[in-house]
Every structure is written in structure tokens, then in C-alpha cells.
């Protein structure tokens, strides 16, 4: 037992044994709340049976065809629930693995569909600072997190980045949060216009915004005004809902909550909660029919793709969202959970933001809450908060601040759709054990 080699080479790890509802129980049997999904995975928890018989009876049917070949029953109809659910004219889902390689296909469609149409110099991708789209090559070259990208920059193709959409940090104090969401879109447009719209492709952003700043949304009306900025460029817009979509913030879609539709839309982790690796890119009908009537094949594909198994765990996840209401649980929940760390956290000298949508709720960690001064990266705030909140029992997902201290170290909370208020209690009192200690 000594031959793995994942992302952390010297840390050792409890040994997963056994799921029960929203905890995982490890091989000694210690019992740890799920409270960030993993990475906003978990949906459903780790034992939902209608989840794994629909996943055994499609092996026991047809485990695995490949797409060169055949199509598979999950797979339509996971895609027709997918678009009958859909916002703006997406139509079309294309089935891969994971988050990453949606956020590959998606960059690889656009480009696509600017040659079939005629415009090939339209090659250039703007995203945001800050933000996370994966971590395969091309991901990481939109993503706008330096630290993951340091390393690797020789390797990445070129991509610019705009500001995010950070009202805690950014809005000035004589600006409403609307003037702000405008003036920080307006960058885009700024940005279009200065490497010329008909070089462009596409911008790629997350509604809300995951793993770098630790669920931030949008504030109202920047994703429409980023709409309209694309629109105006022929720009198109990609969403990437990898981490906040699949009901996580109450909606199917989190865009939905903002009045604003993307022409390609990324999802992956809720959408197979874990029980199966998959992930989707949402195509618009304009993009399909522009590759359907021009060379009729997308330029991509995978092995994996639209995997029988991976498209009926998928399948039954989203079956169990709505037969139990999930959707309201993440708003109630997500309103209690939110206003338990107020309560908690509300004054609390290192806690400088609690923000969010639904069950996806960020805790940002400052030094001083009055100057939003971040901790020293080098103290380690995010990984102390981790380490106590395993031995408490209590999963919850810490990340480091930036460098530049553009950002603080924050806990993200992304649990199962299936809690209840013991829960909450139980979240909040371990965290907040964890993260004075953590601060101490
Ligand atoms: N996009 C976003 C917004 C993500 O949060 C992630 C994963 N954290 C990815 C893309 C990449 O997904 P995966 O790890 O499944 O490749």
C-alpha cells in the first residue's frame, strides 16, 4: 500500500470505508460530516441506493459502448432531461469525464464554430483573475489563479484576464452594488475592444464563483451586462457551472438566478454527484447547427464519453433532485445554514465575509475585519482550519488567499442537498472550534 502518488506527496490520508447519508466513515470507523461535498461533489450524500441500483442494473445491462459505435439509452435520456431544464437555447450536451474536459470542449467548440462560419481569425479567449477552470492545459490557461499557473505558463496557450466580480474587495464605498457590477463588466468590453473584436472567441467566467475566492456571485446584473457585451462583439459567453451548478445554489442552472444565459454551459460535479465521473458541455443551437451544417464533426471526442454507467448514475441523481424537493431543501437549508454563521460569525474579529447562494457558502478569514487585512499566506490559516476540522470530524473545504492578498484564506461549505438543521449544528459548532483555533 505505497504506490499512489496523487497532488499531496507527503500527506497521508484517512482510509474512506463506508458512506451513511451525509457522513463518510473512515477504516477505523470515525464518522466525518460531509460539509463541502468534497469539492462541491456529494450532492446526495454517500450511500443513495437508488443512485447505485440504477448504476448496477446498467452494468448488468450494457456496462460500456463506445460513441464511435453506438449510443445508449442513460445518455439520451440524461441529455433531454438536461436541456428540457436548460435557460436560453442551449440544446445540445456534449458527455465527457469531468470538469476539466467540459471546460476543454467548450474552448474547442468556439474556436470550431468560428471557422465554420467563416470568421477564423476569432481565435482568443478572455477570462477573469482569480478564477479556476481545471487544471488540463488548456483550463489552466484560462484559469486566472497564478499560483496554480506559475509552473506550467511556457506550456499555456495565451489568454487575457479581466477582473472578477468581487464586490467584498472591490466595491468602492460611494458605489451601489449595481454601478459597480457594471463598471467591473465594462472591463470586458474595454478588453474586446482593445484586442479587437474580430480576434475574440469567447469569454469564459463562473456564475458564482468556487474553489479562488470561495463562493462569491455575481452581483446583480453583471452576467446580463456581460450578455449584452458579448452579444455586441459576437462574443460568445461559456458558463462554467462545473462547481456551482446542478442545484448547488437552489437552481438547476445558478445562472437562472440571474436572468442571464450563456451560449455554452459547463457542469460536471453535482451532476453525478460523485457516484460516477462525468462531467457536460451544454451547446446552444446556434453553435450545433453552424458544426452540423458546415463540417457536420466536432474536432474532439474522448474514450470515455457519454459512459452508460457514468450517464445512468447521472441520470438517477437528477431523478432523486426532483422526486425530493432538493432544490427547496438547498434554499432552506441554505438560508439557515447562512444565517447560523452569521450568527456564529457575524462578529467575529477574523471572519471578514460570509457569502453565497444556497448551499454553497463561502467564509472568508482576515487578520483584521475592519482593514480586510489577509493573514500571512505563510501561516497556513486554510490548512490549520482543514487539519482541525478532520480531527473534529468535520469535512469542510479551506483554501489558501492570494498572494497578492487580493483574496484571504476562506472556507467553502458545499454539503449534501439532503441535510437537515442537526447538521447545521453540528457544521457550525466544528467549524467554528476549527477555525479559532486555526486564527489563534
Ligand atoms: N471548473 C470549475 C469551476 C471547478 O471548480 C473545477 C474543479 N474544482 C473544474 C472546472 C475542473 O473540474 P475537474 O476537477 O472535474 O476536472
Known sequence: MNHVFHRNARAS?????KGDGVYILDSEGKRY???SGGAAVSCLGHSETRVTDAIKRQLDEIPFAHTGFFSNDPMEALADHLIARAPGDLDRVY????????IEAALKMARQYFMEIGQPERHKIIARRQSYHGNTLGALAVGGNEWRREQFKPLLIDTSHVSPCFAYRDRRDDESEEAYGQRVADELDAAIREHGPETVAAFVCEPVVGATLGAVPAVPGYLKRIREICDEHGVL???DEVMCGMGRTGYLYACEEDGAAPDLLTIAKGLGAGYQPIGATLVSSKIFDAIHDGSGFFQHGHTYMGHPAACAGALA?????EEDNLLENVR?????LK???EERFGNHHHVGDIRGRGLFLGVELVEDRASKKCFDPARKVHAKVKAKAMELGLMCYPMGGTIDGRVGDHVLLAPPFI???NHIEEIVGKLGEAIDEAVR
Open 339 to 341: 444565517a447560523a454563521l
Open 419 to 421: 441535510i437537515d438543521e
Open 317 to 321: 441523481v437528477q431523478k432523486v433532485i
Open 95 to 102: 458527455f465527457v469525464s469531468g470538469g476539466s474536459e467540459a
Open 13 to 17: 490520508y484517512p482510509v474512506a470505508a
Open 237 to 239: 459567453l461559456i458558463f
Open 332 to 336: 432552506a437549508m441554505g438560508a439557515k
Open 33 to 35: 460530516l460531509d460539509a
